[in-house]
């Protein structure tokens, strides 16, 4: 979907098809969208995703973004399912407004502790 406004496509998708057909699978609203999704390479089954609501103005280099309608929209989810399902990570982390994450090789359950 378009960066400018509301936008129903906003989100994380996923494709159990090859790509042929996405369905909508972590979803806070219109103004939300998702950021960085990574897959635990120890069980592909467990996947960690960053929602924030953000949007770029019509202006070169204009954007903004917040803490989502009701502050709780922003943040990193985990799936353990495949992406069916999503629970926040956010014990013993600080409020998030936008976030990168990463899965290390070496050690891939990164949230545990955060859970």
């Not at 280099?61 to 353990?80: E, L, P, Q, R, V």
């Amino acid at each position: 979907g378009h960066p400018y406004g509301p936008n129903p496509e906003r989100g994380i998708f996923r494709s159990t098809d090859g790509g042929k057909t996405f369905e909508k699978v972590l979803f806070k609203d219109d103004y939300t969208s998702g950021n960085d999704v990574r897959i635990d390479p120890s069980d592909p089954n467990t996947v960690y995703a960053a929602l924030w609501e953000q949007q770029q103005s019509y202006i070169e280099g204009g954007g903004f973004g917040g803490a989502g309608s009701d502050g709780k929209g922003n943040g990193i989810y985990k799936s353990t399912d495949g992406g069916t399902t999503w629970t926040p990570i956010n014990r013993g982390l600080p409020s998030v407004l936008q976030a990168n994450i990463a899965v290390a090789p070496s050690s891939p359950p990164i949230a545990q502790i955060a859970e």
